[in-house]
């Protein structure tokens, strides 16, 4: 495995450089002090992974390095390193074309692990990235589902709700004093706006909201 340096410490290269060529399967086939070197010496050394610092202030930073760097080789596996631990680095990256985001804290052996992760076309994030990167998506569809939800008028509500409960589209119109196909027409329109395509699908929906006053 063929490794790129990118850091504009020379000590922090020295002491990678020192670590990874112990393991007998990886070469630190160059190194680069900023990102427009680092991308030259890409171009010519042709590496398996990139290890890019993201905060290098004399030259081209990480970040923008990474997105020219992923223009020119689509292919090349980047793995960027950072001291910061926060989200707005970590998305920041991923969307420059970063394959993954280790802190420098990082002990010795999971620092290996992302490399040989992103060398195989993985992904990688340290733990606490990982972590918050779940709590957004989670918070994310929360507020998604509360919001869609809020989509609906209050008929479409009373008819959701009745429908969870098993009633037929005769019983809830009955039960709503509206005809059948005004029932009909807004099971449609609740499908259309929650994007469901099934009855079943609106009862398990219903749950999930606890409209039933219970959850599963």
């Known amino acids: 495995m063929k490794i790129l340096l ?98 420098k804290s990082a002990p010795h052996d999971e620092l290996m692990s992302a490399i040989e992760a992103v060398s195989i076309g993985d992904a990688y994030l340290h733990p606490s990235a990982t972590k918050r990167l779940m709590e957004e998506y989670l918070g994310s569809m929360k507020q998604d589902s509360s919001n869609t939800y809020n989509l609906l008028s209050d008929r479409e509500k009373e008819v959701l709700t009745l429908i969870a409960k098993g009633y037929s589209n005769k019983e809830i119109a009955e039960q709503l004093v509206i005809s059948v196909k005004t029932v009909e027409t807004h099971k449609g329109n609740l499908m259309e706006k929650l994007q469901m395509k099934t009855r079943p699908e609106l009862v398990e929906y219903a749950v999930k909201k606890g409209l039933l006053g219970y959850d599963i």
Do not use: W
Not at 62 to 87: W, Y
């Open 6 to 103: 990118v850091d504009d410490h020379a000590v922090v290269r020295m002491g990678l450089t020192m670590l990874l060529n112990k393991n007998p399967e990886i070469e630190v086939i160059g190194e680069a002090s900023e990102g427009n070197e680092g991308i030259k010496k890409a171009l010519k050394l042709k590496p398996d992974v990139v290890v890019m610092d993201l905060s290098m202030p004399h030259g081209k930073d990480g970040l923008s390095a990474t997105t020219e760097l992923k223009k020119l080789m689509p292919n090349v596996n980047i793995l960027i390193l950072t001291m910061h631990n926060d989200e707005e680095y970590l998305f920041r990256a991923i969307q420059a074309g970063a394959s993954g985001c280790i802190l």
